[in-house]
Antibody
Framework: QMQLVQSGAEVKKPGASVKVSCKASGYTFTSYYMNWVRQAPGQGLEWMGIIHPIGGSTSYAQKFQGRVTMTRDTSTSTVYMELSSLRSEDTAVYYC????????????????WGQGTLVTVSS | QSVLTQPASVSGSPGQSITISCTGTSSDVGGYNYVSWYQQYPGKAPKLMIYDVSNRPSGVSNRFSGSKSGNTASLTISGLQAEDEADYYCSSYTSSPVVFGGGTKLTVL
């Protein structure tokens, strides 16, 4: 059974960094790109970036360039998203989502999502 | 501000049909047949309902259907049920490489 299980909620102070994990199971980890999408309280969905599971190549949304780092560990089928220089506007639920497309780094849709990780940034 | 425009809310009575629109440009919705729709209950992760404009993943009710005309995509839910009350988001492939709509709250009266 396909599953994406994320790490637990985090509370961080402004200026700090947070690292969220997403462990995949039930499918061949290296066959699909993984994405991170966030949702601020009461707001819509916002794509942050994508990571290729084989080589670890990444592509980030311009908004997060320089602040986000996505990595993966193929031995544990886990992807990570680290966001630095946190500010209050980064308070959101962060989702990992498996992406589907035929070519890198295109993205046609997200077919499976993690349960979400709430990151709260507060002094 | 979201790139794709959706109505903030729609409503319908049980058994009726409703349609949610998603308007973009020729650079996203109008330029590719890669529009997808997601259903999200409060406090839950989004769920894929429609992909590639009109395809349903396995397990999604055939009451859900998708279409596109020009720069506007649509999600239609027929035979509305109480369990359909949720937020719905559209998404489209683009060069970015993906953009979302702002979401539509569906209320079943």
């Amino acid at each position: 059974q396909m599953q994406l299980v994320q790490s637990g909620a985090e509370v961080k102070k402004p200026g700090a960094s947070v690292k969220v994990s997403c462990k995949a199971s039930g499918y061949t980890f290296t066959s699909y790109y993984m994405n991170w999408v966030r949702q601020a309280p009461g707001q819509g969905l916002e794509w942050m970036g994508i990571i290729h599971p084989i080589g670890g190549s990444t592509s980030y949304a311009q908004k997060f360039q320089g602040r986000v780092t996505m990595t993966r560990d193929t031995s544990t089928s886990t992807v990570y998203m680290e966001l630095s220089s946190l500010r209050s506007e980064d308070t959101a639920v962060y989702y990992c989502a498996r992406g589907y497309s035929s070519t890198w780094p295109d993205l046609y849709y997200f077919d499976y999502w993690g349960q979400g990780t709430l990151v709260t940034v507060s002094s | 501000q979201s790139v794709l425009t959706q109505p903030a809310s729609v409503s319908g009575s049980p058994g009726q049909s409703i349609t949610i629109s998603c308007t973009g440009t020729s650079s996203d919705v109008g330029g590719y047949n890669y529009v997808s729709w997601y259903q999200q209950y409060p406090g839950k992760a989004p769920k894929l309902m429609i992909y590639d404009v009109s395809n349903r993943p396995s397990g999604v009710s055939n009451r859900f259907s998708g279409s596109k005309s020009g720069n506007t995509a649509s999600l239609t839910i027929s035979g509305l049920q109480a369990e359909d009350e949720a937020d719905y988001y559209c998404s489209s492939y683009t060069s970015s490489p993906v953009v979302f709509g702002g979401g539509t709250k569906l209320t079943v009266l």
